[in-house]
């Protein structure tokens, strides 16, 4: 909570906001609405609002300018940091690898207690205490079986 006369220590500009706009509003409703002061570590010689302050009129025009520029770098910044973000998760991913979890196998468990859910011979929600599964987890199963077995009876008939 911030009031009148606190002094906010940042180590960088764009922890105001992820984008050129949110970051001059956030710098001016801090310093110019409630009156309390920024101080920027990563370039505390520019942005201290202190300075600006003891400037008067001349001081808002500086810091105007340099709180533009400085915040158009941060959000430029923040955008080449996600496009090489999202160009390191497509090459990862067109070499193989999976951002979740690995899914666990169907167990000869489990496919009893398939067989037994799908004559009729339990319910559901007893299948799934059987199983130790939630609704979700069981139900997913149930698809990617259902699937894999789909896939061996279309490759049976066509061999």
Sequence with gaps: MLR???LL????LDRLGRNYDGIID??????????A????????ILFDSRKFRNMGDFGK???????????????Q??????KRQSEGIAVAKAAGKTFSRPK?????????????????????VAAMKRLNMKQRTFYRRVSD???????IETATRFN
């Design 77 to 82: 910044d923040r955008k080449n940091n996600r």
């Design 104 to 124: 666990k196998a169907i167990t000869p468990a489990f496919n009893q207690v398939y067989d037994e859910w799908k004559s009729g011979q339990l319910t559901a």
């Design 26 to 35: 956030q710098w001016k409703y801090i310093t110019r609405d409630i009156k």
């Design 145 to 151: 079986f259902e699937n894999q077995n789909l896939h």
């Design 61 to 75: 025009v500086m810091e105007d300018q340099f709180l533009s520029l400085l915040a158009y770098v941060a959000e």
């Design 9 to 12: 220590y940042l180590d960088a």
């Design 37 to 44: 002061d920024i101080v920027c570590l990563d370039n505390e």
């Design 4 to 6: 009148e006369g606190d």
